[in-house]
């Protein structure tokens, strides 16, 4: 089982990818090696698709056991297919890159701080969750400054006590800080999670790796 890999290249594995407790998401260029590295780290099945004939589908999808949110500009021939596998929907409001600007889990969603009440609702029916607008780490791009699981939460290291404490009670997890790719700390851009297993980027060292383990409940 792997725990550090690149994708197409990368070691931001969460700008090219996306995954939950039930499935994962890469582009149509990943090789079949990378892909099944990913189902055997991550426990799901792993299914192709691009997002706006894009290969960056992190930034792009996000979702839980639930549904997927999709930006605003994937295809009609793309999310019919990746309805194939779970519900999803489109963000159509002006910011709409849905995996830069979500941060979920199955029970909760922090949202950019700028999304419209519309995009908040679709993202509450179609996830399932409680959704609440916030920052981590001063930054609205939420779901490149964190990762959430169903066992646990981990943020950019500057995420103040202020934004940890809403964290925390939104999600009802215990929630630590840390870094991927030798010091980089927007951490959902390097680093693909569910309950099941997790898989940093490449250049992710020992200890941001005991770090990422322990904050999300695998130590």
């Excluded at 999808?61 to 999709?70: E, K, P, R, T, Y």
């Amino acid at each position: 089982m792997k725990r550090r890999l690149n994708i197409s290249g990368s070691p931001v594995l969460g700008v090219f990818a996306a995954c939950t407790d039930e499935l994962a998401f890469v582009p149509p260029d990943v090789p079949d090696e990378t892909a099944g590295d990913l189902e055997e780290s991550l426990g799901v099945p792993v299914y192709k698709v691009f997002v706006g004939g894009s290969s960056i589908i992190g930034s792009f999808l996000c979702g839980n056991s639930h549904g997927i949110i999709a930006a605003g500009l994937i295809y009609e021939k793309e999310i019919r297919s990746i309805r194939k596998h779970i519900k999803a929907a489109r963000l159509t409001q002006g910011l709409n890159a849905a995996g830069n600007l979500i941060m979920c889990n199955d029970t909760a969603a922090l949202v950019h701080p700028e999304l419209t009440d519309k995009s908040l609702n679709v993202i509450e029916k179609y996830l399932g969750v409680n959704v609440k607008r916030g920052t981590i780490g001063g930054l609205g791009t939420i779901g490149m400054a964190g990762v959430a699981t169903n066992k646990g939460v981990l943020v950019h290291p500057k995420a103040t006590q202020n934004e940890i404490g809403v964290i925390k009670d939104l999600f009802g997890l215990p929630v630590d800080i840390g870094t991927v790719n030798f010091g980089s700390p927007l951490v959902g851009s390097g680093l693909l999670a569910n309950s099941t297993g997790y898989v940093a980027g490449l250049e992710t060292t020992g200890p941001e790796l005991a770090r990422i383990g322990d904050a999300l409940g695998f130590l």
